[in-house]
């Protein structure tokens, strides 16, 4: 389609003119909007349907490139940055007043992540400002790994689609904060919390449910990362029939004909199956199936993550 394209200079000049666009990055397509703009925000959440009291990450091409932006950085944290990034790490810092209020929600902390992936890095490189970007999906649904997901959800509500390929990780970034001297994860993500806590050398802890009823973080509620078609967690007991779609981590455990099986990863790689994920998840709903299955995964490393993007997603089903 014409809006997607790989000039990493006509979406620069885009952002500057306050529109939004959507770019690639590691982990899943964002929708970006000039992260000081107020205006060019507001279109983030309007394209999206998404509620403003849900609060949106700062892209920046440098951990120097943030210091203006916050008040101060705890030792922990700067050792995670320093050990992740650039990469699949966001983390809640003490915002300072350049940070508009839209981007936190009114929040005292802003989320911030150096990136990976090498033509976001580029876009950002030629920008004097960060870039705000949630995932670049309706608000509830899967995010996108590929161009073509955003183009299927969006189509021509956006000037343009950087196609920077398939995202390595396919999962969203895990986030990160502190609650006085203790280290926080807010979202399980991309870098499983065994990593985080052999960098730490500490266990972190672990919230990424409602806190005290208020919702810290859009992938913290309940019902979210969701496909059209009804998601249920795969069960023998089950009476299938030929309108199912199955997804599989590592073999196809149904006796049934190939166009209704995705396998994510035929040597149970975990990294391979979480990068697969939510383009089986696109594909099946594609599809057309009445309903889908999925397999629950071991709940280790990245598997812990699939399982609570699962979790929420047949949430809304069950
Ligand atoms: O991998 C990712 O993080 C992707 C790519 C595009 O960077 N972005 C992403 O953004 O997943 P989004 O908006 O779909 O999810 C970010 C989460 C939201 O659940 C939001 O509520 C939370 O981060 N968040 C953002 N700023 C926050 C803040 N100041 N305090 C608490 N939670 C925050
Ligand atoms: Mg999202």
């Known amino acids: 389609m014409s809006n997607i394209g790989k000039e990493i200079a006509q979406a620069a000049q885009l952002l500057k003119d306050g529109f939004c666009v959507a770019v690639p990055t590691e982990t899943v397509y964002g929708l970006a909007a000039d992260g000081t703009n107020e205006e060019a925000i507001l279109k983030i959440f309007f394209t999206k349907q998404r509620p403003q009291s849900n609060p949106l990450i700062l892209h920046f091409p440098t951990i120097q490139a943030i210091e203006p932006f916050i008040e101060d950085f705890p030792e922990k944290l700067q050792k995670l940055a320093s050990f992740f990034w650039p990469g699949p790490l966001t983390l809640l810092l003490p915002k300072s007043a350049l940070v508009p209020a839209i981007v936190t929600a009114g929040n005292e902390r802003v989320a911030v992540r150096v990136p990976k992936h090498p033509m976001f890095r580029e876009l950002l490189a030629q920008l004097t400002f960060p870039l705000a970007a949630p995932s670049a999906n309706k608000y509830g649904s899967i995010s996108p790994t590929q161009a073509a997901h955003v183009q299927q959800q969006f189509g021509e509500e956006i000037p343009y689609i950087l196609d920077g390929g398939t995202c390595e990780n396919g999962l969203e ?29 500490e266990e972190p802890l672990i919230s990424t449910n409602h806190n005290n009823g208020k919702v810290l973080a859009s992938g913290m509620v309940k019902h979210h990362y969701a496909p059209n078609t009804p998601l249920y967690f795969f069960d023998e007991q089950f009476t299938f029939t030929p309108n199912d779609g199955f997804i599989f981590f590592e073999k196809n455990r149904m006796n049934c004909s190939s166009e209704q099986v995705i396998v994510l990863s035929k040597n149970g790689n975990l990294t391979d199956a979480a990068a697969n994920l939510y383009a089986a998840l696109h594909q099946m709903d594609k599809q057309g199936f009445q309903r889908i299955f999925i397999e629950k995964f071991p709940n280790v490393d990245l598997g812990r993550t699939i399982n609570d993007r699962l979790s929420r997603a047949t949430a809304k089903y069950s």
């Open 173 to 201: 970034s895990t986030i990160i904060g502190m609650e006085n001297e203790t280290v926080v994860v807010y979202r399980l993500g991309s870098i499983p919390i065994e990593a985080i806590a052999e960098v730490l050398k």
